[in-house]
Each structure stands twice: as structure tokens, then as C-alpha cells.
């Protein structure tokens, strides 16, 4: 069954640098997302994406995140200015056309910031 | 904006026993999702549900969408040790929207 990989599986940096976080959604997909959930809390949206632009973000989604498709399979978040708050595990996901499909989500990248 | 709240926070059950997680949300949804994670692993999808008053099972699991499309319900039935983990619903406002509203989850644990 196809799945969505994400990389890394952990990445620790230090407060202040700049983060990449890997998706490759799963291949046929047309929506993509970014979730995060903090330790022990619940899973929290981020932004949406489709047809190569933000469709919904956020107000955790600020300045400081952007993403990208630069190809046909990567999707990437990236952090410019890593704070110690954006510790979490962050979630890629995506669906393949109609709202009603499923959102099937990737293992996650658990970002610690020092 | 939209909020989706769920209760209870944690449920610690015999093996045996059955469990329910309640999920409300504060504006009308098109649709409703039930995901488990297990610890220190993602979510993962069990079921949606879209009609009003809808009702599915999977095996010992009962799904239920409310009739006003505001709430739902997941009930376990006999739960076994492999029932442990964290059962969320996840909301979509409008047809359309795009991003899921999470509950805050329903962590299970089960004494064997």
C-alpha cells in the first residue's frame, strides 16, 4: 500500500538556525498538508497545499515557515529561524483530490530545538 | 474558529471492558475522522464518517456521526491490549476545507 515517508526521522538543531523537513506524499496525491503536535497534546494544522500554492494556513503558520514542491514527489517545510517553542513532531499528509478523502498521514519528523 | 472537543482526556479499562471517546464540535461538519496513534507513532486512519446520523462498524468498533453533524462517538467493544493508544476525531468544517480539525484525543489505556 503506498504511504507517505518523511525524513528525517529526528532532527535536533539549535535555536536560531534554519530546518528542512522532507515529505514525498504519496504519489497520485494532489493535496498536501503539514501538521504538528507538541508532546502530549493534540495534532494542530499547519498549511495546505495544492496546485503549487498555500491554500489555508494557519496562524501558527507564520514568517518564519514556509514550504515547497520542488519537484514531482518532494514536499518540504522549512523553519528560517528555529524557536525553542517549535519543538514538536511535525506530521506531512496528504489526499488525493476531493475534500472527502482520507488525509493519510506520514511517520513524522520530531524536531527538537536546543 | 472551529473547535472540536473530545472527552474524556484519558480512560484506563480491564481488558474486557468496553470504552467510549466523545467528540464535539462547535460549528456543523461535512464530514468527521477517527484516527489512532499509537505511542510514539502517527496518526493513523480508521474510518470517516460524511451523513447525518450515520453509523459504522468496524469489528468491535462502533463509529457514530450525530444527527446535527456536530458530534460523534467511537465505542470499543471487549477491548484487547492492541486497543492502547490515542483515538482522535478530526473535523472538516466546510465542504471543501481543507485542513482537519483535531480533537484533543482520548488516550486508552488497558489493564490485562
Known amino acids: 500500500e503506498p504511504e507517505v515517508t518523511q525524513t528525517p526521522s529526528h532532527q535536533v538543531t539549535q535555536m536560531g538556525q534554519e530546518v528542512i523537513l522532507r515529505c514525498v506524499p504519496i504519489?497520485?496525491?494532489?493535496?498536501f498538508y503539514w501538521y504538528r503536535q507538541i508532546l502530549g497534546q493534540k495534532v494542530e494544522f499547519l498549511v495546505s497545499?495544492?496546485?503549487?500554492?498555500?491554500?489555508?494556513k494557519s496562524e501558527i503558520f507564520d514568517d518564519q515557515f514556509s514550504v515547497e514542491r520542488p519537484d514531482g514527489s518532494n514536499f518540504t517545510l522549512k523553519i528560517r529561524s528555529t524557536k525553542l517553542e517549535d519543538s514538536a513532531m511535525y506530521f506531512c499528509?496528504?489526499?488525493?483530490?476531493?475534500?472527502?478523502?482520507?488525509?493519510?498521514f506520514g511517520p513524522g519528523t520530531r524536531l527538537t530545538v536546543l | 474558529g472551529q473547535q472540536v472537543m473530545q472527552i474524556p482526556q484519558y480512560q484506563h479499562v480491564q481488558e474486557g471492558e468496553d470504552f467510549t471517546t466523545y467528540c464535539n464540535s462547535s460549528?456543523?461538519?461535512?464530514?468527521i475522522q477517527w484516527y489512532k496513534q499509537r505511542p510514539g507513532g502517527h496518526p493513523v486512519f480508521l474510518i470517516q464518517?460524511?451523513?447525518?446520523?450515520e453509523v459504522k462498524k468496524q469489528k468491535r468498533l462502533t463509529f457514530q456521526f450525530g444527527e446535527a453533524k456536530k458530534n460523534s462517538s467511537l465505542h470499543i467493544t471487549a477491548t484487547q491490549t492492541t486497543d492502547v493508544g490515542t483515538y482522535f476525531c478530526?473535523?472538516?468544517?466546510?465542504?471543501?476545507?481543507?485542513?482537519?480539525?483535531f480533537g484533543q484525543g482520548t488516550r486508552l489505556t488497558i489493564n490485562p
Open positions: 478530526a473535523g472538516l468544517g466546510n465542504q471543501g476545507a481543507q485542513k482537519l480539525v
Open positions: 504519489s497520485n496525491h494532489l493535496y
Open positions: 460549528t456543523t461538519l461535512s464530514n
Open positions: 464518517l460524511v451523513k447525518s446520523g
Open positions: 499528509a496528504s489526499r488525493w483530490e476531493a475534500s472527502t478523502d482520507t488525509q493519510y
Open positions: 497545499f495544492y496546485n503549487n500554492e498555500i491554500s489555508e
